[in-house]
Antibody, heavy 123, light 111 residues
Framework: EVQLVESGGGLVQPGGSLKLSCAAS????????MHWVRQASGKGLEWVGR??????????AYAASVKGRFTISRDDSKNTAYLQMNSLKIEDTAVYYC??????????????WGQGTLVTVSS | QSVLTQPPSVSGAPGQRVTISCTGS?????????VHWYQQLPGTAPKLLIH???NRPSGVPDRFSGSKSGTSASLAITGLQAEDEADYYC???????????FGGGTKLTVL
């Protein structure tokens, strides 16, 4: 059974930092592209960024809204993906989901989702 | 403002048929990129409903169907049931943004 379990969410002040983790099991993590998607309360889904597999040079990409502030990484030995969030803003408040892509091309879809972890940015 | 446009809400009585539209542009749906649909029940994570425009994963009832034409796609739900009450999101790829994009979501209410 595929499982994606996010952790690390919490309350942080504006300008602060937080690191989310996504522990994966039930599939070949090292061969999978992993994405982060967020959802503000009562709002829609917003793609945050992704990291590709080693075969694709661990390439990363980010939404314009987080570029330069957020960094995605992975540790294939631990089957875990990470989202390092710096210079947090109030508008980053959201539930953050870790997701697994079905493949690694433009036609791929989000086949598995974690339960999400809540990040609240507030003073 | 989402790249893909969905109606904020739709509703229907039990047993009826409803459709949810997803309108894009020449850089995403119109460019030939696939459309996928997700269902998000209240308080839960999204779940894949339709992939590759019209393909249902195993376990998804055949009451759910997807289609795509030109710069738009549609999700149809027949034989509405109370358990279908949820938010529905379309998703595709956008070449100008070089990334995946979502619709703003549609809240389905079963009357």
């Amino acid at each position: 059974e595929v499982q994606l379990v996010e952790s690390g969410g919490g309350l942080v002040q504006p300008g602060g930092s937080l690191k989310l983790s996504c522990a994966a099991s039930g599939f070949t993590f090292s061969g999978s592209a992993m994405h982060w998607v967020r959802q503000a309360s009562g709002k829609g889904l917003e793609w945050v960024g992704r990291i590709r597999s080693k075969a694709n040079s661990y390439a990363t990409a980010y939404a314009a809204s987080v570029k330069g502030r957020f960094t995605i990484s992975r540790d294939d030995s631990k089957n875990t993906a990470y989202l390092q969030m710096n210079s947090l803003k109030i508008e980053d408040t959201a539930v953050y989901y870790c997701t697994r892509l079905s493949g690694d091309d433009s036609s791929s879809w989000y086949r598995d989702w974690g339960q999400g972890t809540l990040v609240t940015v507030s003073s | 403002q989402s790249v893909l446009t969905q109606p904020p809400s739709v509703s229907g009585a039990p047993g009826q048929r409803v459709t949810i539209s997803c309108t894009g542009s020449s850089s995403n749906i119109g460019a030939g990129y696939d459309v996928h649909w997700y269902q998000q029940l209240p308080g839960t994570a999204p779940k894949l409903l339709i992939h590759g425009n019209s393909n249902r994963p195993s376990g998804v009832p055949d009451r759910f169907s997807g289609s795509k034409s030109g710069t738009s796609a549609s999700l149809a739900i027949t034989g509405l049931q109370a358990e279908d009450e949820a938010d529905y999101y379309c998703q595709s790829y956008d070449s100008s943004l070089s990334g995946r994009v979502f619709g703003g979501g549609t809240k389905l209410t079963v009357l």
